[in-house]
């Protein structure tokens, strides 16, 4: 008996020796979760809102309440951030625990609307149908392994041929400077050819590309990748890319809805984006392209992107 209770107090003495030890002027991780869910939170809700500027007042609106419900002011909150982005390991934990919540909490509340929400109830069957896999909400920053995120979907009996697909997201980026260049890169792999879209994004917003692959058979695998560029520039100021709501839908032909039309122009829209993510830092430029990665392993519609389609014949 007493052998066990000695084997028990050593690992008692692993489990706190392994715990991170966070410095106690910064917001602790547990409490710091139920922080960034709010903040997340209101900053969705003030998105599902119809313009700009109801948005922009919204979102300070939700997030003052959600500091007050939390104790907290904007200064704790800025700098107990910075001091996870230097822990990558650390926030990466917390991102997971703050993703699994709030897929939850987006399906009770049912906050996404708009084009996202129009198939935000959709399955994985069906004529019209939403395939992603997996979780729908990401955190990204421009180091490695975090820059990168992949995908792969397997066809099965479900893709027909004809079909086509929209891929669309909502990103949000959390920059203090810094140029803001994130890509999305997606390849339909047929029998004999590769379809390719890739696109560019730079402001928070929603995003959409449509692949309509002008092929008669059915695919074998759509796969691909979200990348953040910018890896060389400095680690200790805060960058960070939020993509949440991810959405592929498949639609068969003989039903296929009408999608919406995306547009490479500098429209009203993407004027108040670039407004919108000023109050994270300066208004960037566009940097230098980032080099077209290898595929391991969705597209925009931030209105301000830079679309390359093109069709590779598979040896």
């Avoid at 500091?67 to 991102?95: L, P």
């Avoid at 149908?129 to 992949?150: C, E, K, Q, T, V």
């Avoid at 796969?223 to 100021?237: A, I, P, R, V």
């Amino acid at each position: 008996m007493k052998k066990l209770h000695i084997i028990i107090s050593v690992v008692l003495a692993c489990m706190l020796a392994c715990k991170p030890n966070i410095p106690s002027q910064y917001i602790q991780p547990d409490e710091i979760v139920d922080i960034l869910v709010d903040y997340h939170l209101s900053r969705a809700m003030a998105q599902s809102l119809p313009n700009y500027d109801e948005q922009n007042y919204s979102r300070a609106l939700y997030w003052n309440a959600a500091m007050q419900k939390h104790g907290i002011t904007q200064e704790k909150f800025d700098s107990s951030m910075v001091y996870y982005y230097s822990r990558a390991d650390i926030f990466d934990d917390i991102y997971k625990q703050v993703y699994d919540r709030l897929n939850d909490q987006y399906t009770l509340l049912s906050i996404s609307e708009g084009e996202i929400g129009r198939y935000s109830a959709l399955k994985a069957d069906g004529d019209t149908a939403n395939i992603w896999p997996g979780r729908i909400s990401h955190f990204m920053m421009p180091m490695s392994p975090y820059n990168r995120l992949d995908f792969t979907i397997a066809g099965d009996t479900t893709f027909y041929e004809g079909d086509t697909f929209l891929m669309q997201f909502t990103s949000d980026f959390v920059y203090q400077t810094g140029t803001k260049d994130a890509m999305l890169y997606v390849a339909v792999v047929y029998a004999d050819t590769t379809i390719v879209r890739q696109s560019r994004f730079y402001y928070s917003g929603l995003t959409q590309v449509r692949i309509d692959p002008p092929v008669k058979n059915s695919p074998k695998t759509i796969k691909g990748y979200f990348y953040l560029g910018k890896e060389h520039e400095s680690s200790t100021t805060m960058k960070m890319l939020f993509i949440d709501n991810i959405q592929l839908i498949r639609f068969h032909k003989k039903h296929e809805e009408k999608l919406p039309v995306t547009t490479d122009s500098l429209s009203r829209d993407s004027l108040a984006q670039q407004s919108d993510s000023a109050h994270v830092g300066s208004r960037d430029s566009v940097g230098e392209s980032p080099k077209i990665l290898p595929l391991k392993g969705g597209t925009s519609r931030n209105r301000m992107v830079e679309r390359i389609d093109s069709v590779k014949a598979s040896r």
